[in-house]
């Protein structure tokens, strides 16, 4: 706990431009937010110019690199299409995580209203927005992304440790045991893919 | 003279060993040797020339025979090598200790190079006063060291719709255990004082990605480390040189790699690393999120399918490792029929708490097939469940903590394949 302690008189104040430089984080009730707006307009050419070469023009997509729009509806389905339009619960992280981590290999390039700008077109590409929006610090809570609802705290306390915390079986367990699937009939390992294997891949790349 | 130590002397005694190992095996195992072993009987040139010098090698590699126990990766997971990751070749290590240099890396803008002299730490936010560090700043504080192991959220991720990739290493190997050095996040936070409303804190790191993570200000304040040493060196630079977060038993995306910046905050900045990601979608389309303890988890590392037996029955060492995020392996029970009957195997070493722990179970192995699983139990009384009981509760799309029981099928030959049993 945070009881008062011996302080050993290590390290210096940080200066207030040392902070805002690297203090650039922003919370879902809007704690970080710069000043500054951008429309749709310019958001679909910034979005052109830099993101669509992975992202994709609508940001669907390019080959293996992530949707930033679509799925919606498919979070309970067999391989949920998981995008900032169907599993995003805040668009606080679309604009802390843009502006300082995209574009991928080119991070902290663009300015708060490019990034203003950006978070409206993927807004739109998401059919959350019409063609006219603008985006602002002023405005910015007023959006609320379709799934802000879908997540819940760890629950394994009461749904999983009680269940699974009973004494095991040692002996006569179970009566049969069949091998129900195996590994060496998909044949993935570690470079080869398979049809079968698409699915799962899909599932897979969301966590990357 | 030093002609004797050539690499080609060398291979050339490797290859008659092998010939006469092959022999061996022919001969019967334990039964007498027909003729005399010329690995015994002939003068090999390493017991007669001479070896390298000291100074040949100024820090050493392992010796090439290993070449195998190297760090692998699977090009589809991801959409690149950058944002990606690897794994450890646990099916070929013992012990609880991984080797740095083959310890897995998951990197999200790559592993970046930060020299000590450009390093900054700072803490901001709810504090007293907000602080920068250098790195000889935190060299000054009092240290500790601690054993932990670090778990990839997604470990065993791929494996939760089916068995899909064939070898410990592709199905557990995102996991490394080292001994860590460093200063208690604690005592950093206590130097710029933390102030009452601060009840969260956003860590990050130096890199492009950042990887944002919030953390309750208790964890923090418990016993998360700021390190700068793993087993007895500088980190890795792609551990996060030169300075790391040891997060004790949780999930290995909160370890912020080349650490940066730690804010004391009133809320959780519900940060793409803890929304988009590292959330745990159910089968009614609901996600936990700050999913952030790693339960008990264990896996047979040999026989395997990367370390099939080899040398027939008789005698038969199954070895593996168990881990638990809410305290210490306390059992690890062993099965051969698939978990109709289970013995309670042998640890290395009493379990520490958020360690690796090893395990053996030492069998005569009458050369029928088996199904090897390998089941854990922790300090807390947590049994480590089956894929089908974790299924029950989660649906097969929370591609994250999968901690089920591991099934192998070896079979006669003494192969080795991942499979599920019903």
Redesign the interface.
């Known amino acids: 706990?945070?009881a008062l302690?011996e302080?050993?008189g290590?390290?210096?104040?940080?200066l207030p431009e040392?902070?805002a430089a690297?203090?650039l984080?922003?919370?879902?009730?809007g704690?970080g937010l710069p000043e500054g707006s951008g429309t749709v307009a310019d958001g679909e050419m910034l979005f052109s110019e830099n993101c669509a070469v992975c992202h994709g023009e609508f940001a669907e997509g390019v080959?293996?690199?992530?949707k930033l729009a679509g799925g919606e509806g498919t979070?309970?389905n067999?391989?949920?299409v998981?995008t900032v339009g169907s599993?995003?619960?805040?668009l606080?992280?679309v604009f802390?995580?843009v502006h300082?981590?995209m574009p991928?290999?080119g991070?902290?390039t663009l300015s708060a209203d490019e990034v203003y700008a950006i978070t409206a077109y993927i807004l739109y590409s998401n059919f959350l927005v019409d063609d006219d929006f603008e985006l602002s610090r002023e405005n910015f809570l007023e959006v609320e992304l379709p799934n802000a609802g879908?997540?819940?705290?760890?629950?394994?306390a009461e749904?999983?440790?009680p269940?699974?915390?009973?004494a095991?079986?040692?002996?006569?367990?179970?009566?049969?045991?069949?091998?129900?699937?195996?590994?060496?009939v998909?044949?993935?390992?570690?470079?080869e893919?398979s049809a079968d294997?698409v699915?799962?891949?899909e599932?897979?790349?969301?966590?990357? | 003279m030093t002609d004797q130590s050539q690499p080609s002397t060398t291979r050339r005694g490797f290859i008659k060993a092998g010939l006469a190992t092959g022999g061996a095996i022919a001969a019967g195992g334990a039964a007498g040797a027909a003729e005399p072993d010329p690995l015994i009987t002939e003068i090999q040139p390493w017991a007669q020339g001479l070896g390298d010098g000291v100074d040949a090698v100024p820090y050493g590699l392992p010796i090439e025979y290993e070449s195998d126990v190297v760090r692998r990766n699977v090009p589809w997971l991801t959409a690149d090598v950058i944002s990606s990751i690897n794994f450890t070749p646990i099916h070929a290590l013992d012990g609880t200790i991984t080797p740095q240099g083959c310890a897995f890396e998951r990197h999200h803008s790559g592993a970046i190079e930060l020299r000590k002299e450009d390093y900054r730490l700072m803490i901001n936010g709810l504090v007293d006063t907000p602080l920068v560090f250098t790195y000889e700043d935190l060299e000054r504080f009092p240290r500790e060291s601690h054993v932990y192991f670090c778990e990839c959220a997604a470990n065993t991720g791929m494996e939760w719709a089916g068995a899909q990739l064939n070898g410990a290493q592709f199905t557990h190997g995102m996991i490394h255990n080292m001994e860590y050095t460093g200063v208690p996040l604690r005592t950093l936070l206590e130097e710029a004082g933390v102030q009452p409303e601060g009840k969260w804190i956003f860590v990050e790191g130096a890199d492009a990605s950042s990887n944002g993570r919030s953390m309750p200000l208790e964890k923090a304040m418990d016993d998360v480390l700021v390190a700068f040493k793993a087993n007895g060196e500088a980190l890795r630079k792609e551990h996060g040189y030169p300075v790391r977060l040891v997060v004790p038993g949780w999930e290995g995306n909160m370890w912020i790699k080349w650490l940066r910046r730690v804010e004391v905050t009133t809320q959780a900045i519900e940060s793409r690393e803890e929304t988009s990601k590292y959330t745990d979608t159910l089968a009614d389309g609901t996600s936990r999120k700050w999913t952030w303890v790693m339960d008990a988890k264990s896996v047979i590392t040999s026989p395997s399918p990367q370390s099939p037996i080899k040398h027939g029955p008789g005698p038969l060492v199954i070895t593996g490792l168990a881990w638990s995020g809410r305290g210490a392996i306390e059992r690890v029970d062993v099965s051969t029929d698939g978990g109709k009957t289970w013995q309670t195997a042998r640890l290395a070493q009493p379990g520490q708490p958020m360690a690796l722990s090893r395990f053996y179970l030492d069998i005569d192995w009458d050369g029928s097939e088996m199904l090897l699983q390998s089941r854990a139990m922790d300090s807390t009384g947590y049994v480590q469940p089956t894929k089908a009981q974790l299924r029950e509760v989660r649906g097969l799309n929370s591609i994250y903590h999968n901690n089920c029981i591991q099934t192998w099928w070896v079979k006669e030959s003494g192969e080795a394949e991942n499979v599920e049993v019903s």
């Open positions: 706990s945070p302690a302080k050993f290590l390290g210096r104040p940080a040392e902070i690297w203090n984080d922003v919370a879902p009730d704690t080959d293996n690199w992530p979070l309970a067999d391989d949920p998981k599993y995003w619960p805040y606080s992280t802390d995580y300082r981590s991928f290999g991070a902290q879908g997540f819940i705290v760890d629950d394994r749904t999983e440790y269940q699974f915390s009973q095991p079986c040692m002996t006569d367990c179970k009566d049969t045991v069949e091998i129900t699937m195996r590994a060496a998909l044949d993935v390992t570690p470079e893919e294997a699915a799962e891949k599932a897979i790349k969301q966590a990357a």
